[in-house]
């Protein structure tokens, strides 16, 4: 239970706490000119916001499921579905062409048509499992 509590929790932080950036930055702080491309800004920015929601899911997971094995459980969770999402975006990836963005768009489809350097696709498992890794060490001092 505790491994599912936990997960849940990190995707709802994730959520609130992307879109609550992107409202604060704003298209152009998200997205580079008149394009679907992430900024520099948006990359960091997502980075931080994803570790702090990992962080709180692992020390969720901890809490309810009681033992350093549920923490365990969801750093494998987080790294099998981080390397499956990371592969869909290797394998959907179009080359950039530069446009295709006119005006403002809702978040939800900002969201759904950002284009994330394969690098940053790559690393989202491992910036996840170190904070789902660090959540589980302050809930158990070890």
């Not at 580079?32 to 990359?43: E, Q």
């Not at 994803?50 to 549920?70: M, N, P, S, W």
């Amino acid at each position: 239970m505790g491994v599912i509590v936990g997960y849940l929790t990190m995707a709802l932080g994730v959520f609130v706490l992307l879109t609550v950036a992107y409202v604060s930055l704003g298209e152009t702080g998200a997205f580079v000119s008149g394009t679907y491309d992430v900024t520099t800004m948006w990359i960091g920015t997502s980075f931080v916001l994803g570790f702090a929601a990992a962080v709180l899911g692992g020390y969720v997971a901890g809490t309810i499921g009681q033992h350093e094995r549920a923490v365990e459980a969801l750093l494998v969770v987080v790294m099998v579905l981080g390397a499956v999402a990371a592969i869909g975006v290797v394998l959907s990836r179009e080359p950039s062409r530069g446009a295709g963005r006119a005006g403002a768009g809702s978040s939800i489809e900002a969201m759904q048509r950002a284009k994330q350097p394969i690098w940053v696709a790559l690393l989202n498992p491992v910036v996840g499992a170190c904070g789902v890794w660090i959540g589980g060490r302050l809930r158990f001092g070890r």
